[in-house]
């Protein structure tokens, strides 16, 4: 089975403290300059004026603010994408968008693309940008929570963030080494702290390095935003995921059909699907009660995915039904229902406590069959009640004869 390693992105950092540090750092860069640093230092004042302008509107963070800052070009729109992220004969597969996988509770809203050989070197394969436009954002990151959301081990990695337009970026997480024409501009990046620039770049260029481990990739269109999300201020914490869209569709053939060939997911949509919500339904992502929705609650030492809970669909074989839970047993895990019924998109607030006995799922994350213990793992209970709210109890280790009714230890998710 293929390595897929996930990893959680940055919270939204307030624009503040970002300027603050990004002033400072190009007025030092600036006076070391030849030549006026009071001209280089009112272009950056300029800058910031953008920013601060892009800034305005203050009742949830926007990718203007977060990621271009002000620099994006001028124009609006989506584009075509003209080249991949990597040479695709160093890629093994391309994963689609919707694997739920240890501290990853809901879909996750990038792709995957795995070299072939994840034992050649953390900077054995080339990473391209997919189409001309500008790098407005970069972060480090030298610790890395691993699938399970228990501790951090110890890395160096990248997410870049390429503004195409105004309204479209396209991104990219786990770039091992940054090239040259890039951390040239930069300079020494620190762990986390976000990097707001203006980099011009051409489609095809080279940008980095990947090696040992997958390739995060995913296209965003602000003009666009996911139907099946029922409460879009629950997904403050990242913005653009509900503007999340299928990267394979912004290619033209013949380019596509070679990338289609790599994704092993055959149901449409081939780039999978981050969004289940029906209002009404149990399907779809679900947050614990009063815990910021996708941000998670202050202080949770497990994580913000702690309160996260996902009854959806498997990202390879959408026929099998999945629940995901941020909280089973103190940890976060993925199962599927024993005999696959009743369908979650089916159950309503007049179908009263539904209960679903848990296995593990009978196709791994790359698609294959998997030969899994059929013992059941445990039950849940599920209750669709009104104001989109949703009563759930976990029993770990129990069977559907085990379990009759909710105790006190039910809790309130909603959405």
């Known amino acids: 089975m293929e390595k897929v390693r996930t990893v959680f992105p940055t919270p939204w950092v307030p624009m503040s403290e970002i300027l603050r540090e990004r002033m400072s750092f190009f007025i030092a860069r600036d006076n070391n300059r030849d030549g006026a640093p009071f001209k280089q230092g009112m272009k950056h004042v300029a800058l910031v004026a953008a920013i601060l302008a892009c800034s305005q509107d203050r009742r949830a963070p926007d990718l203007c603010q977060m990621w271009s800052h002000g620099a ?23 994963l689609p968008y919707g694997l739920m996988v240890g501290a990853h509770v809901t879909p ?15 900077t054995k394969y080339d990473v391209f940008a997919v189409a001309d436009g500008t790098i407005v954002h970069i972060q480090r ?6 699938d399970s959301g228990e501790k951090n081990r110890e890395t160096d990695e990248y997410r870049l963030v390429i503004a195409h337009s105004c309204t479209f970026w396209t991104y990219y997480d786990l770039i091992t080494q940054l090239d040259t ?5 930069t300079g020494e990046i620190k762990d986390m702290k976000p990097v707001l620039c203006k980099i011009a770049i051409k489609g095809g260029q080279l940008i980095g390095k990947v090696g040992g481990q997958t390739l995060d990739f995913a296209a965003v269109d602000k003009e666009k935003t996911l139907k099946n999300i029922v409460v879009p201020e629950h997904y403050d914490r990242e913005p653009w995921k509900i503007h999340t869209v299928d990267f394979f569709d912004c290619y033209d053939e013949p380019l596509k059909s070679k990338m289609l060939a790599l994704n092993p997911r055959k149901a449409e949509p081939r780039g999978g699907r981050i ?17 910021n929705g996708y941000g998670g609650a202050a202080g949770e030492k497990r994580g913000y995915w702690a309160g996260h809970l996902s009854i959806v669909y498997h990202y390879m074989d959408p026929s099998i039904v999945i629940v995901s839970h941020g909280d089973w047993n103190g940890k976060s895990a993925q199962f599927a229902v024993k005999g696959n019924t009743p369908d979650p998109a089916k159950i309503g607030v007049k179908d009263g406590i ?25 039950v849940v209970l599920f209750q669709v009640l009104e104001e989109r709210k949703l009563k759930v109890e976990a029993f770990p280790g129990k069977a559907g004869d085990d379990v009759k009714e909710f105790t006190a230890a039910a809790k309130i998710y909603e959405r």
């Open 181 to 185: 024409s890039i951390s040239d501009v």
């Open 72 to 94: 994006c070009p001028d124009k609006k729109g989506p584009v075509r994408l003209t080249h991949t992220p990597m040479n695709l004969d160093d890629v093994g597969t391309i």
């Open 141 to 146: 990151r030298m610790k890395a929570v691993v």
């Open 354 to 378: 539904v209960t679903y006995e848990l296995t593990w799922a009978p196709v791994m994350n790359n698609g294959r069959k998997s030969e899994v213990d059929p013992r059941v793992q445990g």
């Open 275 to 291: 969004d289940y919500d029906i209002d009404g339904k149990l399907v779809g992502t679900w947050f614990l009660e009063k815990t």
């Open 108 to 122: 996750i809203d990038h792709g995957y693309f795995t070299p072939k050989d994840l034992k050649a070197g953390r």
